[in-house]
C-alpha cells in the first residue's frame, strides 16, 4: 500500500486514493468516527455525496438532550442521552451553550404523566428540579400563563455544524486524515470476503474515483441501508421518519422548553443563537431526497407549539425543513414515536464481509459513542490496541471554526480593528476575511467552495433576510478576487439561493412574504437568475 492519502494515476484513466478507513457519510457520527480513528493512529477518509451535515445532522433542533424526552418511553436512550450530555459539556464546550431545558404542561395535558416524569428522569439519573407555575414563568415570560406544571433538566443546545467541522479539523491536523465532499459511492469490489475498493463518483465533475482501504466504515444515517446493500448486505433493517422544523426570527426563549407529555409533534422550543427552532411532526415516509415541509405540518408545530407559548401564534418564520430519521425498526405502521432512538453496530461477518461495518439509528446527542463502538470495532479489526481517547481528549477549539458560532464573526472582527475588513453579511456580521479564511481551507486540495458550502462554514444566510443580500455581496467579493470565472458564481448563486426559498416557501405569509417579493425581485428581476442557463458565459 502506498503512503495514506496518496493520488495514484490509473492505466484506465480514474484517479486511486488509499488509506487505512474509508468513512462513508459525512454527519456528525463520520465526522465522529474520523477523530476517534485518528487519536489511535489510524489515517481515515471520509466522503460524502454532498457535504459535512448534509442530512439529519444539519436538520435537528441542535438540541443536547438530558434524557428527559425519552424517560417515558426508551429508559436506555435516555440514559445515554445523559451520559453524552455530561460528557460533551466538559469536552466539547466550544460547541454547546448551556440554556438548560424546561418541561411544561398546561391545562388540559395529562396531570397524571406529569406526576410521574420526576420518577422517570431519577430511574435514568437525570437531574430534575420541580418549578412552580410562578417560577417557570419568571424564567420565560412567554410561557402560557394556563402553566400547571414545570420541571427543571440540563438540556443545552448544541451547533452540529460546528461540532462536525472541529472533529474533522482535529483528525485532518492530528495525521493528515482527508475529507472529500461530493463523492459519492457507486460500487464495491469485493474478493474473497474483503471489500478491495470503493468505486466512487465526483458529483461536481462525474468523474470515477477508486478508493482502497483496509476497512470500509458506512456512516451514512438514513442511507445506510442503501449502503449496505451496494456492498452485499441485507442485514440493515431502517424505516425512516420525516422530521420538519420551523425556524423564528426571534430568539423566542432561553431554555430549551418541551411540552411535559409523551413525545408528540410540535412540542420542543429550542433557542439557537439569535433564532428558535420550533418542531418537530413524525410522518413516515420511503423518500430520503425530496423531502420538503408541507403547510400542514407547518401549522400542526405553530398550534401545539403555541399551547405552551402563545406568542408562537403570531411569531415571524423565516424558513422550514424537513429531514428523515433513520429508525431501527424494519416493519410495520406503528408510531415512529415509539421505535427506539437507540443505535446498532452491525460488523456484517454474517453477510460474508469481514472489512465492512454499518452505525446507524442514534442521536446527535450520543454521536461520540456511536464513533467510539465503532471505532473500537475497527481498531480491533486492524489490529490497533490504543484505546478510545474521544471521552478524555477535549475537542480542540479551532481557528478554522470560528466563523460557525453566532455573535463570533463581530468579536474577531473588532479584535482585528481593521477599517478595510467589509461586512459581506449584516444579519450575522460575516467579515470578507472570514471568506477569505473559509477558502483557504477548502476539504481538498481541487475543492471549489460553493455558496452553500461557504455558509456551512460560517453564519452567512443564516439571519433574518436568510441570505437575499449576503449571497449577492459574497459572490461579488468572489468574483473581485478572481476566485469565480465567468458563470460559476451566477451559478453557485442561484444553488445557494433555491437553497434556501426551498425552507422558505411554506412560511411566506406577513411580514415574511414582503421579504420573499424583495428577495424574488433582487433575485429574478435584477440578476436573472431564473434565466441563466439561457445566458452565455459572456
Known amino acids: 500500500m502506498v503512503s495514506p492519502g496518496v493520488l495514484q494515476p490509473s492505466a484506465t484513466g480514474h484517479r486511486t486514493l ?51 424526552r425519552y424517560v417515558s418511553n426508551d429508559q436506555h436512550a435516555a440514559i445515554e ?79 452540529p455544524f460546528r461540532l462536525a467541522l472541529e472533529n474533522v479539523a482535529h483528525a485532518r491536523a492530528f495525521n493528515n486524515s482527508v475529507y472529500r465532499p461530493h463523492t459519492q459511492i457507486v460500487h464495491f469490489i469485493t474478493v474473497d470476503g474483503l471489500i478491495k475498493e470503493a468505486i466512487c463518483r465526483d458529483n461536481r465533475t462525474g468523474e470515477t474515483l477508486h478508493i482502497r482501504a483496509r476497512q470500509f466504515v458506512n456512516a451514512g444515517g438514513a442511507w445506510a441501508m442503501n449502503i449496505a446493500q451496494l456492498a452485499g448486505c441485507t442485514d440493515v433493517h431502517l424505516s425512516y421518519s420525516k422530521g420538519t422544523l420551523l425556524i ?78 433513520p429508525l431501527l425498526q424494519s416493519s410495520g405502521d406503528g408510531d415512529d414515536r415509539e421505535a427506539t432512538r437507540g443505535f446498532a453496530l452491525l460488523g456484517h461477518t454474517s453477510q460474508g464481509l469481514e472489512n465492512f461495518c454499518t452505525i446507524t439509528g442514534g442521536k446527535l446527542t450520543t454521536f461520540r459513542m456511536m464513533a467510539k463502538k465503532t471505532s473500537d470495532l475497527v481498531a480491533e479489526r486492524l489490529g490497533n490496541t490504543v484505546g478510545c481517547q474521544t471521552d478524555t481528549t477535549p475537542l480542540p477549539d479551532g481557528d478554522a471554526c470560528r466563523w460557525t458560532e453566532p455573535g463570533a464573526a463581530p468579536r474577531y472582527w473588532y479584535k482585528a480593528n481593521n477599517a478595510d ?10 467579515p470578507q476575511s472570514a471568506i477569505d479564511e473559509i477558502v483557504k481551507c477548502a476539504p481538498s486540495a481541487e475543492e471549489e467552495m460553493t455558496l452553500e458550502a461557504i455558509a456551512l462554514r460560517s453564519r452567512a444566510g443564516k439571519g433574518p433576510c436568510q441570505g437575499s443580500f449576503c449571497g449577492i455581496r459574497i459572490a461579488s467579493y468572489l468574483y473581485d478576487r478572481g476566485y469565480y470565472q465567468d458563470k460559476t458564481g451566477l451559478i453557485h448563486m442561484r444553488d445557494f439561493f433555491n437553497e434556501r426559498f426551498k425552507g422558505m416557501r411554506t412560511v411566506i405569509w406577513g411580514q415574511q412574504a414582503a421579504q420573499m417579493e424583495l428577495a424574488e425581485a433582487l433575485h429574478c428581476g435584477l440578476l436573472g437568475l431564473d434565466n441563466l442557463d439561457n445566458l452565455d458565459n459572456d
Do not use: W
Open 421 to 430: 475588513d467589509m461586512i459581506l453579511c449584516e444579519c450575522e456580521m460575516v
Open 81 to 159: 442521552c445523559r451520559l453524552e450530555n455530561e460528557i460533551l459539556k466538559k469536552l466539547a464546550p466550544q460547541c454547546i451553550e448551556d440554556t438548560g431545558g424546561l418541561f411544561v404542561a398546561v391545562k388540559g395535558d395529562d396531570l397524571e404523566f406529569a406526576d410521574k416524569f420526576p420518577g422517570f428522569c431519577k430511574t435514568a439519573g437525570i437531574q430534575v428540579e420541580e418549578l412552580s407555575p410562578a417560577e417557570a414563568i419568571a424564567l420565560e415570560p412567554l410561557l402560557s400563563k394556563e402553566l400547571v406544571k414545570a420541571y427543571r433538566v440540563p438540556d443545552a443546545t448544541i451547533d
Open 248 to 325: 423564528s426570527h426571534d430568539r423566542m426563549a432561553d431554555h430549551v422548553v418541551n411540552r411535559l407529555r409523551p413525545p408528540s409533534d410540535g412540542d420542543i422550543l429550542v433557542p439557537g443563537g439569535t433564532v428558535s427552532v420550533l418542531g418537530t411532526t413524525s410522518i413516515r415516509t420511503n423518500d430520503l431526497d425530496s423531502v420538503v415541509p408541507t403547510v400542514e405540518e407547518i401549522d400542526r408545530n405553530v398550534i401545539e407549539g403555541a399551547a405552551m407559548i402563545p406568542a408562537l401564534a403570531t411569531a415571524r418564520y423565516i424558513r422550514a425543513f424537513s429531514r428523515v430519521r
Open 18 to 68: 488509499e488509506t487505512e478507513v474509508l468513512i462513508i457519510g459525512g454527519g456528525v457520527t463520520g465526522a465522529g468516527i474520523m477523530r476517534d480513528l485518528a487519536l489511535r493512529g489510524i489515517h481515515t477518509l471520509l466522503v460524502d455525496k454532498q457535504d459535512l451535515c448534509a442530512g439529519a445532522s444539519g436538520g435537528n433542533h441542535g438540541l443536547l438532550h438530558s434524557g428527559g
